[in-house]
């Protein structure tokens, strides 16, 4: 009779070997040229077949069950950060300033253990699995909106993909139902007044003092115009102005980045700081230049994919370490693309490092991710699609 841990535990060593290859080589978006190699090789090599895109790194690998059943898609990201890793471990990254930070070497290397898995055990697969390992999310950019255009999602009933966490325990997972990430936005204001000598500050009209009132009056926003139970983030990251000390700058500019879950708060967002800061600028006779820039959506969880998520989870992890929590990280995510074309759901999975070592969050040059959790990773993902 087939062990489906066992299975795992045999092929364990397996997927650790493609992690730390791929953590050694980490690249950035769109240019995932060593790791679509490696991904291709793999899928070849167990069966299944594989769908290249000419103007994109992207690999979908494609497996057909020898029972019925529906058409499903599981996602992995696949593009590393422009970051120097400082995390200590044998198999640092040996490409300069560059590293997976975010645990996509984890997502691409826990979908490949289910590839191979379920290619091996296909009399045991109802209907077909699409395994999708898309280049290009840190970036903005998307590589998701790109395959979704592209037609990767055509005939999908339902779509999965998970996100590793290291500050979360090796063993837990949480799931939001209904939004779970952020619409993820961006904007720039461009200040225009008058330059000149700062001993005569009559004489001109001072792109900075404006700046700054703009600053604190966009702090207002969520406070005020946002209501308490919906979300918000209004962030100013950079504020650019003057040359010397000595010269009252003509031009400010502020870049922005703003989060909301729901349509209605972001259109919010954008229209009330486009008002508070033209105001702000008239009332002191100069002009706001407003560039606003739509990002990632936001990902909604459907409930009848989080249901086959905890369907598949809590067996494998116990009830208390399966987490329905109503709170939504305000992090940006293109798994919105593929959510908007079925049900699907996002989750996170823990791949916290022992408790008696320090876990660095996402991003972090110091970011370590526990390897034990792709055993999980691999039972619940193929879990979801043999339970289908």
């Given at each position: 009779m087939w062990n489906l841990k066992e299975s795992i535990e045999q092929l364990f060593p397996q997927v650790v070997s493609w992690r730390r290859q791929l953590h050694m080589h980490p690249e950035i978006a769109n240019q995932e040229v060593r790791t679509s190699q490696l991904i291709t090789s793999v899928l070849e090599n167990a069966g299944i077949q594989v769908t290249r895109y000419p103007e994109s790194t992207a690999i979908v690998g494609t497996l057909v069950g020898d029972r019925p059943g529906r058409t499903i898609a599981l996602r992995a990201d696949m593009d590393a950060l422009p970051i120097q890793e400082e995390s200590?471990?044998?198999f640092?990254?040996?490409v300069a300033g560059k590293m997976h930070a975010c645990g996509h070497d984890m997502h691409v290397s826990n979908l490949l253990g289910v590839a191979c898995l379920l290619a091996t055990n296909k009399d045991r697969v109802p209907g077909t699995v699409k395994f999708i390992f898309q280049p290009a999310e840190e970036s903005g950019g998307s590589g998701g909106q790109y395959l979704v255009t592209a037609g990767v999602m055509d005939g999908i009933e339902k779509v999965f993909a998970l996100h590793m966490q290291p500050e979360l325990p090796t063993g837990q997972l949480i799931v939001t139902p209904g939004y779970c990430t952020s619409n993820s936005d961006s904007a720039v204001l461009t200040i225009h007044g008058k330059g000149g000598h700062g001993a005569h500050p009559e004489a001109t009209i001072d792109a900075i003092v404006i700046g700054a009132q703009i600053v604190n009056a966009l702090q207002t926003i969520v406070?005020?115009?946002?209501?308490?139970q919906q979300a918000g983030v209004v962030t100013i990251g950079t504020f650019h102005a003057g040359t010397v000390r000595n010269i009252i700058s003509e031009r400010a500019e502020l870049q922005l980045s703003l989060r909301s879950l729901t349509k209605e708060t972001q259109q919010l967002l954008k229209e009330r700081i486009e008002q508070l800061a033209q105001g702000i600028a008239a009332a002191h006779g100069a002009s706001c230049k407003f560039d606003y820039a739509?990002?990632?959506p936001s990902?909604?969880?459907h409930e009848d994919a989080l249901q086959e998520l905890l369907a598949a989870a809590t067996p494998i992890l116990g009830q208390d370490n399966v987490i329905v929590s109503p709170l939504a990280s305000m992090v940006g995510e293109d798994f919105a693309y593929y959510a908007e074309k079925a049900?699907?759901?996002?989750?996170?999975?823990?791949?916290?490092?022992?408790?008696d070592e320090p876990a660095y969050p996402l991003h972090s040059p110091k970011a370590r991710f526990n390897e034990a959790c792709l055993k999980l990773?691999?039972?619940?993902?193929?879990?979801?699609?043999?339970?289908?």
């Open positions: 200590g471990v044998e640092c990254s040996q406070s005020r115009n946002v209501a308490a739509y990002g990632y990902v909604f969880n049900p699907g759901v996002l989750f996170w999975l823990g791949a916290r490092v022992p408790a990773g691999i039972e619940i993902m193929a879990g979801i699609v043999l339970n289908g």
